[in-house]
Every structure is written in structure tokens, then in C-alpha cells.
């Protein structure tokens, strides 16, 4: 008789699945939280529900935008590159100007149709542009230094846009006409306006084709390449230095995008803008798991969904509480699940 | 025999309180004793209050506690903190709490400065420093604890994220589930005086409180010093370095990097005190993200690591951003005839000291011996190992 050899998977250690049971009790109660919330808002009134949940998803596309700079560069070079946000913001001042002052373009007919494409393509080499430079002048001369050093240079980057977004925009928020329809459209009397459903028409495309760019192009595959090792790749013939730049042209090419996007919907412009929305876009990237598109996106959304909620609905904290809402989700899913929702685990080199 | 380390160890320490306590006099007799002196200069006079007014000098000094309290975390331990600026709060709310007429449905004294029958809590404000500095350490412990088996740069944005939620915290604070924690953005105002047995130092007294914040910062520098020296900091620094390499060796990891969290928030608390006292009030506003990176500057421009580097970047970075700048903007617009804004170049001075110090000087300008040969150090990369010429 044949003895039935009994086969242990390996889990892990004691600890390990200590903490793996804890990661998946916590996540089962919050999104039980979650759920119970969003069921009572939906009972209460729905038509603010869905009133809310759009404002919320039309952020959400902003952030999913910049989140993808983020996501990108991380994925490269393992940098929080914090300067991004107020790349995003120097692109909405940059937009502005664009369209009002040089061009001198404040309602929506052929020509202020045209203004926003043209604008839309010299915004997004604009940001590609600024990315590029400041990854030449700063950030690749410190690949090889200790972790501390580009992380500080990428806060010293970050005060330098912002100085630059100070003089050019001023220090008060600014108020720009739209050249874009933004009439209201009620579907069910929930109103939805154009520009948010413009919003997604030029969004939705840019993500595509950044997903194109990355998973089937030559390029595309020299980045993750460079990701995976930057000295295999080397050797393998990839100029990583014009890979690396390359990414961060991309980067840089989807935060003007958003920059444009924002500053047609949502019509301000501000200085500390890149701060607060940079951040809340960090958080979209680590939800997602870092370094994965599709999270990024996913994660975008989600938090703007939340945020959205959060920020509109009758039982929520408020909008004062908007921030707190946001980085405690980011705390939580730094502490319980730091590879994210779509995210691989991965150890760290040594 | 040959010198014992011991030995090494009193010499230095000795050394140090000499000069800073000489430094520490002539600052106090300009400012309490010269300044007031009816045969000084006018012109001496006026240009002391137009570059160096009293004021400055002891905001200048409260930076540097603060600043000194970060160097433990990001000097020392090598933990990048982005949202320092949260411990400020918490010990400037502690002051706060215990020190003024803030809880006026209370009346507790203890060897307060105020008269027994004023309501609210008048705690000693040496003791509320303590209080502070361990409320804070609690917090650096509780926001530590499940942050810290993090990567680096994902602490850094936890501690930022900290860094924005309890001030917002402090800031929407009238109505905290139904409390009113904190006055909002009305902020606390009127802290209680400072007693020092003979007198009560009230706002006023910059020159007395001079020498108090002076003697505050020396605490720091010496707590500083000999922690460096001793096993914790010794395990610091080998964290700081190589955390593998630390952990191998058997350097408990957690509670070391803990004990860096609560130390450097210890200082935050007693830093955040002293400033209460020096505006004499507490004001949510005064607490924004700007603060810590300001600190980091300060940190990373005298030298990550030295004492004596911290002092001095913290006190130029904070003379400029206080009173220097806007001294010298009016100096300027004066003798030029121009109109230009200087504080507003506020940001491009902070930015362009992190990332040309980072790109140039990255030990900052007194370095640590030890810090110069490891931030310098070029990593050797696999390709490099096997021939490839380095760049």
C-alpha cells in the first residue's frame, strides 16, 4: 500500500502569517466600514449620492493622471519624485496663460476649440520638457548616493516650483474662463457638467495610449527592463540614461495633460495647488501598488471616489476633514498592505 | 597607557560648555543690559533692532531646539521625517492646555505664575515642559510604531502625512467630535509667564528669556552629545549607515529607531513649549508643512549629524526667514530705489539650499568626519564589478 506522502505548502514563518491573517481581518473590516457607510449615504439620498460620486470620480481622473508620473518614476529609479505635484501645478498656471493671456481665447467656439488641442499638445511638452531638465540637472547625478540625498533634492525641487508657480500665477488663487462647453447636462437629475465628461473623453485615451506606450513599444520595454535592473539592462545594450529620461518625459507629459484638464474644470488656479493634490496623488499610486499603471488609475479613482463622498455627503466628516480622510487611508495601507491593491510583493534587494 | 576613550568622552563635553556659555553671556548682556544702556549709539541701537531684534534672536532660538531635535531623527538615525512640524504643534497645544485660561470651566494650580483664583489650568512651565517633551515622545512612539518597519522613503511620506492630519487636527480642533480641543483657527492665546522664582517673564522679556531658551538648547546639545557617545547613539549611527549590516549585528532595530522617534519629538515638545511662550499664545495656522522642510533645511545646510552644524544652519536658515530677508529686502529697496518683494524668494532660498547642498556639499557646511565618507562613498554597481568602466 502506497503511503500518501503529506505535502506542508510553506506559508511563512509564525510571524508572517501572524501578520498576514491581521492584513486580511483588517482589510475585511474596512471594507465592511466601507460598505455600510456608502449603503446608508445611498438610502439617505441618492441623487446627491450620484450628485457627489461624479465630482468625486472626476478628481479621481485627475488624479489618476498624476499618479501616473509618480507610479512611473518610482517604478525606475525608486524616487518619490515630490517635485511632480508642482509640475502639475506649473502646467495648469502654464495652460492658463496659454490659452487667456497668449492667445487670448474666453468662450467656446472653433477657435477656443482649437486653442485647447493646440494647448493640450505644447502643455504636455511643456511638462515633459520641465521633468526632463530636472531630472538632468538634479536627480541623475544622485542615482548612485545614498537614499536620503534624492529624496531632500526632490523636496528642494519641489520649493523651487513652487517659487516659480509664485511668481507667475501670484500668491492669490486665480480665476480663468473655460474655452470648453461647460454647460450642465442632467441625466436624471443628477447634473453632470461638459467639461467633466470632456474630462474623461481626452483622459480615458491618454491612459491607453500610455498603456500602449509602455507594455508594446521597443521603448516600452526598455523601461520595464530598467526597472527590473538597471545594470542587466545596461548590458543587454539599453541606454538607461535616455530610458530613465524618457520616463520621466512621459511622467512629466501626462502631469500637464492633468494641469490642462484641471485648469478647464475646475477654472483656479493656485499656487500651493501641486502640494495638496501631488500628495493625494502619491496616495492613489501607493494604494494601487506602486509602480503598477492600472493601479495608479485604479487607485485614482478610488480616492477621489472617497474623497468625493467624504467631502459631499450628508453623513461624512466634511470637507474640512478632507485631508485627514485621505492620508489616513494612505497611513493604513502603508502599515497593513504596502505593496497596494494590484501590487506584487516584492522583497527588497540587498 | 594609552588615552581611554573615557577619557576623551569628559575632555570634549568640558570643552564645549565654556565657549557656549561665553556666547551664551555676551548675547544676554547685549540684549538685557547694552540694548536698554541710555549712553549707546543711536545708530548702534537702531541697527541691532533693524538686523537682530531680540525677537529674532529667540525665534532663532527656538529653531534651533527644534532643528536639534531633528537632527536626532534624520542626523542620527538617518529616518527621513517630513512632518515634524506635528510635534511643534503638539508640545505648542500642550503649553497651551496646562498653561493658560483655556479649560476655564477648571481651576488647577500648580506652582503656577498666575493668582490662584484665575480658572483653567496653570501647570509650572517647567514642568509643562516635561509634560510636553513626553507628551510628544508618546506620539513619536505611537505614530513610530507601526510605521517604522517601513522602506525609507515610505516613512517619509507617512511622517508627512502625520505632519498634515494633526494639524488640520488642531486646526478644525473648536469641534472635535462634539470638544472643543484647541479654539480653531482663533487659536489660545495668553499663555502663562514664565516664573523663575524672583519674577514672572512675561512676553516681553526678551532678555531673560533669551537666556532661558539659551540654557533650554544647551540641554539639547549636551542630551545630543551624550547620547551620540553612548550605545543608542552608537546604534543609531550604525543603523544610519547600513541597516542590514545593523541588524546583523544585532542592533534591535525597532526599539532603536523608536527610541530616535522619541527623543527627536522630545525635543520637538520641549521646542513647541518654549515657542508658546515666545509668541505667548498658540495658533493653528503657524503650523504648516513649510515648518518641517524649513527644519529639514536646517538640518541638511549646517551638517546632518553635528550639533554645532545644526546650530548654525538653523540660525542663518531661521534669521533669514524671519527677520533677514525682509531686513534686507527694505535695505536694499531703500538704497536702490526699487520696489521688489525679497521674503516672497522665501521658497527658492529653501529649495535651492536642499537640493545645491544635496548635489554639492552633501555633509552641509561644519560635516561630521564620519557622515562626509559615507554620503560620498561611490556604490559599486554589478556592472562596474565586472569591468564596466565608471562614469
Redesign the interface.
Known sequence: MAKVAEVHKFRGTPGQIRRQRIERIGAVVISFILAAWILVNIIESPSQFAQVAVLGLRNGMLYALIALGYTLVYGIIELINFAHGDLFMLSAVFSSYFITVWFAQDESNPAGWFTFISCLFAVMAFGATVNVLIERLAYRRLRHAPRLAPLITAVGMSFLLNFIGLKWNGSTPRQWPTVIPNNDIYIADVRINATTILLFFVGVPLLLALNFIVTKTKSGKAMRATAQDKDAAALMGINVNRTIAFTFAIGGAMAGAAGLLYQQSIGTTNYNLGFQLGLIAFTSAVLGGIGNLWGAVAGGLLIGFIQGLNDGLPIAFGQQWSQTVVFTILIIILVFKPAGLLGKVTTEKV | MAKTPANNVTKSNRKWVIGYSIAGGLLFAIYQFLLPWEGLPIGIYDAVYRWMPPAAVNESLVYVMMALGLNIV?GYA?L?D?GYVAFWAIGGYCAGWFMSEFFYFLNVHFFGSVPAEAPGIHINFWMVLVIGGFVCALFGVLIGA??LR?????L???T???G??IP??F??GENFFGFNISNGTKGIVVVDPIPVGVKNLGPFDYGWKLLIFMLLTALLVFVSLRLRRGRLGRAWLAIREDE?AASMMGVPLMRTKLASYAVGAFAGGVGGVAFATHVNGVYAERFN?AIS?FL??MV?LGGMGNVWGVILGAFILSWVNGNGLSAFGSFYNERMGTDVDFP??T??L??????LM??FR?EGLLPESRLKL??NE??I???EAVG?KAK
Not at chain 2, 150 to 154: A, C, M, N, T
Open positions: 534624520v538617518g527621513l517630513l507601526p510605521t517601513l522602506k525609507s522613503d515610505y517619509a511620506l507617512v508627512l502625512g502625520f498634515e492630519i488640520q487636527v486646526f478644525n542590514l508643512f522642510i529639514l533645511a541638511v516672497s524668494f521658497f527658492l529653501f529649495g535651492l539650499v536642499l537640493i544635496m548635489l552633501r559615507v554620503l561611490e556604490e554597481e554589478d556592472a564596466k
